[in-house]
């Protein structure tokens, strides 16, 4: 060969091995081998220096990074190289930019390039044509082959005929279609999902009730093209693909995800798996084999599940969370149209208040755009949801008794079927211990094994089954019965119950609601209530004014108070309230601390000593001492209407005028003692004791 020169033979002759996917390296087996005999072509061809590169083995050239190229282009680079050998071009590149770099570099260093069919030079121009021609050849087949299999994919999807697996619950049948499972544990335990959804409205809430039950769910496991189904308890993803996945809605879905291709380190980077919106399936085809649910039904719990996401932007309502707030997340501002948080205050931490914090977020404001208390706008929706909700009581309250059974009867209903399923499996491997040979003590204490495993798995359900027997709760008595029935009849009643904490009134509210469009006007709080069949209502509630609050006291307490405060110190002020059977606003007895803390907030003055006579005013021993008189005497006066005197309360001190008692009048009054009236009696007369 006049084109392979003693400089070439000098150097290394690298023989370089690929095929392009793991299943071709499981089954094309001759195509290795002709691959690999390339190294004996070369020292054929007068090198003894041969070295094979097979690190690409089962990688794709379609731009992904391979190793293997990189070693032979840093090789070539280094000197090293005198040929590259490989069976055909496609093996060295399917992209044209990878093949000319391996022909601008042999054609810098003076290396050749040996296939099946000859050798090559790149340096000369006829064989750097001839080369590039095969590798515009090899990266054409790829795009014709991949062109071909993926129209074809689509025909056979637009049939609803492709299935590349199928879904745990479903089988193939004949005619590439699919038909449910015949085992019903399985079709049970995937409907018990559904089920559970349903009730629970939430994939966590029903992971964690299998996981609490110790409910197994079925999986599927492919092991050389078989698959075989094991039962273990979910994890997330689990029960969310059983929810999320359209087959068991009985639709044929095809391409709900897309490959996108973005380049990174100077390489095209393949990313699959990215879901499209419904809208962008490329095949949808609804009632295609029979499902677990219908369409409608998968459509509620895909709003449902979205709704429950949190961190999803403005027109999620989020996942239920703790708190008093019976509206978070259904409450939207009018103003800016975001949704409004909620901010807990308190000793307590149970004073709840919604507020928009959009625009302080995202343009940095000072202030939120609106902002109002959470206890009479929950209040005012509450009630028109009960308005609402009334016609359907009673068959709440029948639900709520069927249910109560139905969550009894889920649990062993699947502990009943794993036990049948373990009797089964139990009789077959004791029928495969019977027919061997006991001689074979090989094969037969292996079965025996198996079959030892299957009846201990057979005690264990049964001892589940009797554990839950032993859990379980009494049916209903008449009393409750009637009761629960009431109930639904009288929501209000309901609604407030203890048992009914405020996650199931919020789960209430947001079957019923959508959102709630909230603004401010003026004194107002002007609320829009948007329900799920697509009606509204408008509600108009009453904001509380700057600094009120629920803990009000009664205004002719504040009234007392401030009048007290005048005559009285602080701890005198408490007692009189207490006897008077006055109460502060959370319902307690008053103390010196509390009429204080009332006087800071109300900006009263503090009494002070000889403040009354500074005003001139007196108390009733004080103007009985200036008369020289009993305090009765003055009373009487007081009472007759004689000599001025107000009191504050019952009990509280008088206040007499100090001018008033120096009038002549009340002095000569006092003076003169007034003889009471004649009796009616002409019989009797007064008697004058000097």
Not at 93 to 120: M, Q
Not at 264 to 277: C, N, Q, S, T
Not at 589 to 596: A, D, F, N
Request: charge should be positive; charged fraction near 25%.
């Amino acid at each position: 060969m006049s084109k392979i020169s003693p400089e070439h033979l000098a150097r290394g002759a690298y023989v370089y091995v690929r095929q392009s996917t793991a299943d071709q390296l499981r089954h094309n087996h001759e195509s290795r081998r002709r691959q690999y005999a390339l190294a004996d072509r070369a020292r054929t061809l007068g090198w003894s220096e041969v070295v094979v590169i097979d690190d690409d083995l089962g990688v794709s050239a379609g731009g992904v990074a391979r190793p293997g190229f990189e070693r032979l282009l840093a090789a070539i680079c280094g000197g090293q190289v005198g040929a590259v050998v490989s069976i055909e071009a496609s093996r060295l590149a399917r992209n044209g930019r990878d093949w000319h770099t391996l022909l601008e570099f042999c054609a810098l260093v003076g290396c050749v390039i040996v296939d099946e069919d000859g050798v090559y030079d790149p340096r000369s121009v006829n064989d750097r044509l001839l080369l590039g021609m095969k590798g515009t050849m090899s990266e054409m087949e790829l795009s014709l082959l991949r062109q071909r299999s993926v129209e074809a994919l689509k025909l056979k999807a637009a049939r609803g005929d492709l299935h590349t697996t199928v879904a745990i619950g479903y089988v193939r049948s004949e005619g590439d279609r699919i038909e449910l499972d015949a085992d019903l544990r399985i079709r049970e335990a995937i409907a018990a999902v559904f089920t559970r959804f349903a009730l629970a409205g939430s994939v966590r809430q029903v992971l964690l009730w299998f996981r609490q039950e110790r409910i197994e769910l079925p999986a599927a496991v492919y092991d050389d093209g078989r698959r075989t189904v094991v039962w273990r308890l979910p994890v997330y993803n689990t029960v969310l693909k059983i929810l999320t996945n359209p087959v068991y809605a009985g639709a044929y879905a095809f391409g709900r995800t897309e490959t996108r291709v973005r380049i990174e380190a100077g390489r095209k980077r393949v990313v699959r798996g990215h879901r499209r919106a419904q809208e962008h399936w490329q095949v949808l085809i609804q009632e295609h084999h029979e499902g677990y649910i219908d369409w409608d039904h998968y459509e509620h719990n895909q709003r449902v599940i979205a709704d429950n996401t949190n961190m999803r932007g403005n027109m999620a309502r989020g996942a239920l969370r703790r708190g008093e707030a019976l509206l978070a997340g259904l409450l939207r501002c009018a103003h800016c149209g975001r949704k409004l948080h909620v901010a807990y205050s308190g000793a307590d931490g149970d004073t709840a208040r919604y507020h928009c914090k959009g625009a302080a977020i995202n343009h940095g404001s000072p202030q939120a755009c609106i902002s109002f208390g959470s206890l009479r706008v929950d209040e005012a929706v509450s009630r028109e949801v009960l308005i609402a909700l009334r016609p359907i009581g009673v068959q709440a309250a029948l639900h709520a008794i069927e249910q109560r059974a139905d969550d009894d009867d889920a649990k062993r209903r699947q502990l009943e079927l794993a036990l049948e399923q373990a009797r089964f499996e139990a009789a077959r491997a004791q029928r495969q211990f019977d027919v061997v040979d006991p001689g074979n003590r090989l094969v037969a204490a292996e079965l025996e094994r198996r079959w030892n495993e299957r009846l201990a798995e057979i005690s264990r359900r049964e001892a589940e089954i009797e554990a839950l027997q032993a859990l379980t709760r009494p049916a209903l008595s008449p009393d409750q019965h009637a009761d629960l029935m009431a109930m639904g009849a009288d929501l209000p009643r309901a609604w407030s119950h203890p048992a009914a904490g405020n996650e199931v009134r919020k789960r209430i509210l947001r079957c019923v609601i959508r959102e709630i469009v909230a603004r401010i006007a003026e004194t107002r709080i002007e609320l829009v209530i948007h329900w799920q069949g697509g009606d509204h209502t408008e509600l108009s509630v009453v904001k509380n004014r700057v600094g009120q609050h629920r803990w009000t006291t009664d205004v002719e307490v504040q009234t007392l108070i401030a009048q007290l405060a005048r005559q009285l110190n602080d701890g005198t002020i408490a007692s009189l309230l207490n006897r008077l059977g006055h109460q502060t606003a959370k319902g307690h007895t008053w103390t010196e601390m509390r009429v204080r803390s009332f006087r800071g907030d109300h900006r009263i003055a503090v009494y002070k000593a000889g403040e009354r006579e500074a005003r001139g005013e007196l108390t009733l021993e004080q103007a009985a001492d200036a008369l020289g008189t009993s305090k009765m005497t003055v009373l009487r006066m007081i009472g007759a209407g004689s000599l001025p005197g107000t009191q504050a309360c019952k009990g509280a001190p008088w206040v007499i005028k100090a001018i008033d008692v120096q009038r002549p009048e009340i002095r000569a009054a006092v003076a003169t003692p007034a003889r009471g009236p004649l009796p009616d009696d002409p019989r009797q007369f007064p008697l004058d004791i000097q």
